[in-house]
């Protein structure tokens, strides 16, 4: 038999199972950003009724969020989760292990490489420092993004409809004083990390330990991972925390680049 094209221009053939070919189309669309049925539907070509179909199912699996609002559409928390256990077996780990090495002999103190898997930061490789105090950590370690530099680095250059996703899955719990628990405080320190391309944990998820932490980015500018530098407070001090973010920058902007992303993110040049 021939084959027909659809609405959208889509080659029809017999081996090709339509419904996923068009939900692929619609979620491909959504990384642009929140949108509309009407938007959907000008733009892909397909009716109406087919398009929410598809929108209720993928939302029913958190691959698409309808923000109540607007009635927006955007993509949900688990295309993030996907996006993360790519690169847990890619090449991000082999791009920035001489980094690591390299932080740890500048500042000699922990390195640590995350991705963000289901809305929480996950540690892939770490570097220890060759000090006698130091961080105690373990690679496949799950913790919240809100509360960690690392965890900040990467929610402050995702859309702010997944980070409100994640806020609403996991929540905003506290750990120490210094732990961020409200939305309006998120909100103001992911704009200053935007500003100046680098987080800073300040005994937010522990007491005792500080962190610097810069986000790796890939195509489309997603963030999709983020390097720490972290101590002790007696050692980690603003001098030296100052110091860090410079270097930790230059590296993250580095490895961005081998994975095929010209880096060009808001604040990464102004420390």
Not at 38 to 61: D, M, P, V, W, Y
Not at 156 to 183: R, S
């Amino acid at each position: 038999m021939g084959r027909t094209k659809s609405r959208s221009g889509a080659v029809k053939g017999s081996n090709t199972i339509q419904s996923l070919e068009r939900a692929i189309m619609i979620l491909e669309y959504l990384r642009k950003g929140p949108t509309s049925l009407s938007e959907l539907n000008r733009e892909l070509g397909l009716h109406k009724s087919t398009i929410f179909g598809l929108l209720q199912t993928l939302a029913k699996h958190n691959y698409v969020h309808q923000e109540g609002k607007t009635g927006h559409y955007s993509l949900g928390y688990r295309v993030l989760a996907l996006g993360g256990a790519f690169l847990e077996n890619c090449d991000l780990r082999q791009a920035a292990a001489p980094y690591l090495q390299q932080l740890v002999d500048e500042h000699r103190e922990t390195v640590h490489l995350v991705i963000m898997e289901d809305g929480q930061v996950v540690y892939v490789d770490k570097i220890d420092s060759s000090q006698s105090i130091r961080i105690v950590s373990r690679i496949g370690r799950r913790l919240p993004a809100h509360c960690t530099g690392v965890g900040k680095a990467i929610l402050a250059f995702l859309p702010e409809e997944t980070v409100k996703l994640i806020v609403k899955k996991h929540g905003l719990p506290g750990f120490t004083a210094n732990t961020i628990t409200t939305w309006e405080e998120l909100v103001t320190e992911l704009a200053r990390i935007r500003e100046e391309g680098v987080a800073f944990d300040r005994e937010e998820i522990e007491e005792g330990l500080c962190c610097v932490a810069a986000p790796i980015v890939g195509y489309g500018h997603y963030p999709v991972g983020a390097l720490s530098v972290s101590g002790p407070t007696l050692r980690m001090t603003e001098d030296k925390m100052s110091c860090v973010a410079k270097s930790l920058k230059e590296v993250a902007r580095e490895i961005s680049r081998q994975m095929g992303q010209n880096v060009k993110l808001d604040g990464y040049d102004r420390i």
